[in-house]
């Protein structure tokens, strides 16, 4: 399960990246955009990073929802101090963009697991 979950969240990401190569979702009735400032560790290139925070977006939104689709778009932008602004654009399948906003909220001084780092959630912010 846990692994058909992550292959389901990569697959819509890049899917939808492919078919918006601007990085960015268009905001509609069934998602949430949310704000964070993240710190990765270990701090690697952007390019790198960009690959990581989608994956670890992806698979932390798809452990909670389960057997849902889900379309998340990350941009990720560097601050100079180590940390990074982060803006997720986040929809999932048959669930509202208030519950799904009010999951990631959650995240908040907790760190979420990429592929090549550690995301600590310095903080979020989740609007309809």
């Known amino acids: 399960m846990f692994f058909s979950n992550t292959l389901v969240a990569l697959f819509a990401a890049a899917t939808f990246a492919a078919a918006n190569p ?10 949430t ?7 990765p560790t270990p701090d690697a290139s952007l390019d790198v990073l960009d690959v990581d925070i989608n994956y670890a977006v992806g698979h932390t939104v798809g452990e909670e929802y389960e057997d849902h689709i889900l379309t998340d778009v990350n941009t990720l932008v560097a601050n100079g101090d180590g940390t990074y602004d982060l803006t997720s654009v986040i929809a999932v399948d048959g669930e509202t963009p208030a519950a799904v906003g009010a999951f990631v909220d959650t995240w ?6 990429g ?14």
Do not use: P
């Not at 955009?33 to 993240?38: A, D, E, L, P, R």
């Not at 908040?108 to 697991?113: H, R």
């Open 115 to 128: 592929l090549n780092a550690q995301w600590f959630v310095n903080s979020v912010d989740c609007v309809e």
């Open 33 to 39: 955009t949310c704000s964070f400032v993240v710190t």
């Open 22 to 31: 601007s990085g960015l979702m268009k905001r509609d009735s069934n998602s």
């Open 108 to 113: 908040a001084d907790t760190t979420i697991a």
